[in-house]
């Protein structure tokens, strides 16, 4: 079997055979060379990179697996880089959560002793918690760093790991790069302090829960409305992740006394056994939840993937069927109620502004003019809208932001994408509409009939393993260098590239700096406003087209002519980029 193996590949393999490699560990590789060359491949054939945003990726043995090793050594190398920024500090501390995928504890706690054995203070959830709550930790505790071990909504054979900075964001610029050259130098597990310090090891549990629970109400806009709507009947589901006690703790303490769960999927699970991927875009995702919602008659559904940072909603149609929004919708119900009631409650001073990502939908900026709020465009991540808000942090005040991908916040005392916040304000956005005798449905309607009705589409080509990735590669060469001169025969005006940092005009030839970090993501405007971008994901094997359209709508009943007009403009330009 091994004469079929790569030389190189079977050479890393072999020096996963002794010391100190574990005798389990060992075992397992000794089957890959007897009895899997793909997998050994797969497992060998480079190191799993510690990207921008940390680790992610399939758990197993090998270098490019996610494995106590590979964990271990991104820890140390984490740990000196923070050693390194910090010298100033006689105490150094990081809090460290886990969601509820299999390994994430074992994880936690590799993670944990590693960073106790470097004189590093940890703060270590009890059990698993939502990844914003651990941005909220290093925030409350003064932290410098933090670890959340999940891999999102990725199917159950992925883990992953995620570096936070200071100021509870993730990191970004000049800190993830130079991470990552840290963690580089750690080129095998004799580099890593295994040594455990117990001593600097805290553990937090319900009595923190409750204090990150009470940041939350304390968010609320409408607490009379609450008041009078408190049986509004919400039917919520975490996908058996980390949502499950605190986004209904969460609902109660602002006053939502008719919240319903799903039973099977309540169950803590890294195997997901109700669904097939627990992830809130997937319509399949919420049939359990919306199954639920029609028994009980609720108005509204949500569900938050395993690490709670984002949510999907559904909502009644006018026939009273249950509809699933998509990300631009929600985020377009969430920042107008923001926006109407902080007008409303005289909270506008001129010095607001919210954020939004360049592939989310522009009515968010529409609404910001008719406000007069000031409103910023960052690059597909979390970790930018972070970036924004520390950046005018004592300057402005951040109302409120999102993407297009299920992740909102609201406020600043988190520095990620919340669901938990979201759950809260999503559920008052329906209160309040319904309080008004209007559905969260006819609210989007009246939204699109004052601002235009924005239509946006996404579509993800999964491209798997070494193969797949070189051909996403090509296909960003293949667009960067000869961009179609028009789209379903609307006229290209501009071109944007991310990555050279350059917007051009089509019409003149005249080039605009963008002033945004570098990122591959292609953007490409048309004449009748059109927009359509580009981007490989940074997280999985696939590279994802977004389309924006836009149309007008006169009134609430013309909804479903002008959603199939726009609908049908979608895929004609989806048929003339030839996807």
């Known amino acids: 079997m091994e004469s079929n193996l790569d030389p190189q590949v079977l050479k890393k393999a072999k020096q996963w055979l002794a010391e100190p490699y574990d005798a389990e560990t060992i075992k397992q590789v000794k089957q890959l060379i007897d009895n899997d060359p793909q997998e050994l491949t797969e497992s060998f054939y480079r190191e799993l990179e510690f990207g921008t945003g940390g680790l992610r990726g399939i758990m197993g043995v090998g270098t490019n697996r996610m494995n106590k090793y590979t964990v271990a050594m ?29 390994n994430s504890a074992y994880f936690t706690e590799i993670t944990a002793q590693v960073l106790s054995a470097n004189g590093i203070h940890v703060y270590v959830f009890e059990s698993l918690r939502p ?41 970004i610029l000049p800190h993830d790069k130079n991470v990552i050259t840290e963690v580089g130098k750690i080129t095998d597990p004799s580099k890593v302090n295994f040594n455990a310090r117990p001593e600097l090891i805290t553990v937090l549990g319900e009595d923190f829960d409750k204090i990150y629970i009470e940041k939350i109400r ?72 919306i199954d639920r919602a029609i028994e009980v008659d609720a108005e509204l559904v949500m569900a938050t993937d395993p690490d709670a940072d984002r949510v999907g909603i559904a909502v009644k149609n006018e026939k009273g069927e249950f509809i699933l929004l998509n990300g631009n919708q929600a985020a377009t119900l969430l920042i107008y109620y923001l926006l109407h009631k902080w007008n409303e409650n005289g909270k506008l001073t001129g010095n607001e ?32 809208i972070a970036d924004i808000i520390l950046q005018n942090e004592g300057k402005k005040t951040f109302i409120g932001g999102g993407e297009e991908s299920y992740g909102y916040l609201v406020g600043d005392f988190v520095r990620d994408k919340d669901a938990i916040i979201s759950c809260v304000m999503l559920a008052e956005t329906a209160v309040w509409a319904a309080d008004q005798g209007k559905s969260m449905f006819e609210l989007l309607k009246d939204i699109y009939v004052e601002f235009g009705f924005y239509k946006e589409k996404l579509l993800s080509v999964t491209k798997k393993g070494k193969a797949g990735a070189e051909d996403i590669k090509a296909m960003m060469e293949r667009f960067r260098t000869n961009p179609p001169s028009a789209i379903a025969g609307s006229t290209l005006v501009l071109v944007k590239d991310y990555l050279a940092g350059t917007c051009k005009s089509v019409i003149d030839g005249k080039t605009e700096k963008i002033n945004l970090p570098e990122s591959d993501v292609l953007q490409f405007i048309t004449e009748n406003g059109s927009k359509i971008s580009v981007r490989p994901s940074g997280t999985e094997p696939k590279i994802k087209f977004y389309f924006g359209v836009k149309g007008k709508l006169n009134k609430r009943e013309d909804y479903y002519l002008v959603d ?14 030839s996807i």
Request: aromatic share 10%; glycine share 6%.
């Open 74 to 102: 991104a820890t140390q190398g984490l740990a000196n880089y923070v050693k390194k920024m910090f010298t100033d500090k006689d105490k150094l501390s990081m809090a460290i959560a886990h969601d509820c995928r299999n």
């Open 353 to 384: 502004y919210i954020v939004k990502t360049i592939v989310t939908s522009e009515i968010l900026f529409d609404m910001a003019n008719k406000y007069k709020v000031d409103k910023f465009d960052v690059l597909t991540g979390f970790k930018y």
């Open 131 to 171: 990844t914003p709550e651990l941005s909220f930790a290093i925030r409350y505790f003064g932290c410098q760093s933090g670890i959340v071990i999940t891999a999102s909504h990725n199917p159950k054979e992925y883990n992953g790991y995620k570096a936070y900075w200071e100021d509870g964001g993730q990191l």
């Open 564 to 577: 199939k007009e726009l609908e049908d403009q979608v895929e004609v330009i989806m048929k003339s980029l």
């Open 218 to 289: 304390n968010l609320s806009l409408s607490p009379e409305v609450i008041k009078r709507k408190k049986n509004f009947k919400i039917v919520y589901t975490p996908i058996h992740g980390t949502g499950v006690n605190l986004v209904p703790a969460a609902l109660k303490a602002v006053g939502f006394e008719s919240v319903y769960g799903v039973d099977a999927q309540n169950v803590v699970d890294g195997n997901f056994p109700t669904v097939k991927s627990p992830n809130p875009e997937e319509p399949a995702a919420l049939s359990m939840a």
